[in-house]
């Protein structure tokens, strides 16, 4: 007699999956910035420069004194004229006095009073040298003091504001498993 057997045919069970992608989004404001330079501190000094030139000495040369100097020269020889003038006046009166002696007074008098020789006069420069002027220059000096001042900055940060969506994940069953099972050759009953 022939027994039935059984064949089996068998299906795996399959599932799906269904994804969503978490998402990232990201702002950030910028930065706030503010500088402000405050100006430097100058300060300028300057000595000015000063020329002393002395040319008395050359001026002098040429008869050109000042006015006290010249009025003191002046006093001194009207003083030393005036006192010649008084020693010939008493010589003369001697002389004259004296008339009695020798007879030639008179004319000896008038011929010492005869306009004397001229006087003689020479080329030359004046002032005779540059020595004569005396020359001292002091240069101007310029005092220059400066005062940096530091760069005054603000800086105002933002955090980043960061909007997260995250994702899913769904699994479910695609095809159920399944198991099928049938007799193959015999007699099969159906029961046990």
């Given at each position: 007699?022939?027994?039935?057997?059984?064949?089996?045919?068998?299906?795996?069970?399959?599932?799906?999956?269904?994804?969503?992608?978490?998402?990232?989004?990201?702002?950030?404001?910028?930065?706030?910035?503010?500088?402000?330079?405050?100006?430097?501190?100058?300060?300028?000094?300057?000595?000015?420069?000063?020329?002393?030139?002395?040319?008395?000495?050359?001026?002098?040369?040429?008869?050109?004194?000042?006015?006290?100097?010249?009025?003191?020269?002046?006093?001194?020889?009207?003083?030393?004229?005036?006192?010649?003038?008084?020693?010939?006046?008493?010589?003369?009166?001697?002389?004259?006095?004296?008339?009695?002696q020798r007879g030639?007074?008179?004319?000896?008098?008038?011929?010492?009073?005869?306009?004397?020789?001229?006087?003689?006069?020479?080329?030359?420069?004046?002032?005779?040298?540059?020595?004569?002027?005396?020359?001292?220059?002091?240069?101007?000096?310029?005092?220059?003091?400066?005062?940096?001042?530091?760069?005054?900055?603000?800086?105002?940060?933002?955090?980043?504001?960061?909007?997260?969506?995250?994702?899913?994940?769904?699994?479910?069953?695609?095809?159920?498993?399944?198991?099928?099972?049938?007799?193959?050759g015999g007699i099969?009953?159906?029961?046990?």
């Amino acid at each position: 007699m022939n027994l039935p057997h059984l064949e089996m045919r068998q299906t795996s069970a399959k599932i799906g999956i269904n994804t969503t992608r978490a998402t990232l989004e990201q702002h950030q404001q910028q930065a706030s910035l503010s500088i402000e330079q405050p100006k430097g501190e100058l300060s300028l000094e300057t000595v000015a420069a000063r020329l002393e030139i002395d040319s008395s000495q050359a001026w002098t040369e040429i008869g050109r004194i000042p006015a006290f100097e010249s009025v003191q020269r002046y006093a001194d020889y009207g003083r030393q004229m005036g006192q010649q003038a008084v020693g010939r006046a008493a010589a003369e009166g001697d002389q004259l006095m004296r008339i009695e002696q020798r007879g030639d007074a008179v004319a000896r008098i008038a011929t010492s009073r005869q306009a004397p020789p001229a006087e003689v006069t020479t080329l030359g420069f004046t002032p005779r040298s540059l020595d004569r002027v005396k020359i001292n220059y002091t240069p101007a000096e310029v005092r220059v003091n400066y005062t940096a001042q530091k760069p005054q900055i603000d800086v105002e940060m933002h955090r980043p504001e960061l909007n997260v969506t995250p994702g899913t994940t769904e699994i479910y069953l695609r095809e159920q498993n399944q198991l099928d099972m049938w007799p193959v050759g015999g007699i099969f009953d159906g029961e046990g």
